[in-house]
Structure formats: C-alpha cells, structure tokens
C-alpha cells in the first residue's frame, strides 16, 4: 500500500477527477478570420449544428434550443482574437456540459477543433455515438462554409 501523497495515490486521484474526452478536429478551407467570425454568430450555430437542435432563439439574454430532451440553454464565450469558441449547455434537468471548441490558423484556412467529454452517466456507445454526431456535423460545417467560398465571386 502507498504512503498518503505518494505518486501511486496521485495517479488515482487524478483518475477520479477527469472524463474520458476526445478531440475532433476538421480542416476548412476558409481564412481563419472568416471560419471564426461565421462560428462566433450563435445564429449560425443551426446551419450545421444538429445536435443543438432545429429551435434556436435568443430572449431575455439567453440562447435556447429544443432538442430531443426538451428545452436546453446555451452560453457563449464573448468574441475574442484567439479563436476561443466554448459554450456551456445546460440541460433541463439543470446540469452543465461544458463544451470546449476553437478555431486556429492552418496555413491560409483554418481548423476547427471540438473536445466532447464522456458524463458520467454515459455508457461508451453513447459516447461513440456523440463522437459520430459531432464528426457529421463538422462534416458539414466544412461543406458549408468552403462551398459558401466557392459561391462567392471571385
């Protein structure tokens, strides 16, 4: 048995105190100026965002969408230069999914990275699944935007 401090004991601590987590990542051929602005406007969030829901609207100071388990707040990290795109999402039964995201220059286009969290009530199918959703809807995200780049004139 480890001593109390000890590494052994500190690995365990450590493992108690964070969530499996993965980190998707997709590649847009758009100026990261141009993929962070489109991003950091909430009401573009529909366009390619399935799983915040259809219902999107802004009241009262708050962002809430319908989704498959009602009714979900969501909140915004404020516009920064760093290409910082966090929110939190709060369930209706009041719990916090703190999803982390950014956007960073590659080259002359950008990547986008999105980091999903497993809770810890969520089996690791349902985590596979999420993992799933989010890739699709990063899939069009990327559509989206480098085919609004080719629709521009040039």
């Known amino acids: 048995m480890s001593a109390p401090g000890s590494r052994r004991n500190e690995r365990m601590t450590l493992m108690t105190l964070t969530q499996p987590s993965r980190t998707l990542s997709v590649r847009i051929e758009r100026a990261f100026g141009e993929t962070y602005d489109f991003l950091a406007e909430p009401q573009n969030f529909p366009q390619w965002a399935s799983g915040l829901g259809q219902s999107f609207a802004f009241a009262d ?7 498959p388990l009602g009714t979900v707040r969501i909140a915004f990290t404020p516009r920064n230069g760093f290409g910082v795109l966090d929110h939190r999402v709060t369930l209706p039964g009041g719990a916090d999914v703190e999803v982390p995201m950014r956007v960073i220059a590659n080259g002359e286009g950008s990547e986008v990275l999105f980091t999903l969290f497993r809770l810890p009530d969520m089996s690791p199918e349902k985590f596979a699944e999420d993992a799933a ?22």
């Open 61 to 67: 100071g708050v962002w809430t969408a319908q989704t």
């Open 133 to 154: 959703w989010v890739e699709r809807d990063l899939a069009t995200l990327k559509a989206l935007l480098e085919g609004a780049k080719a629709s521009q004139p040039g």
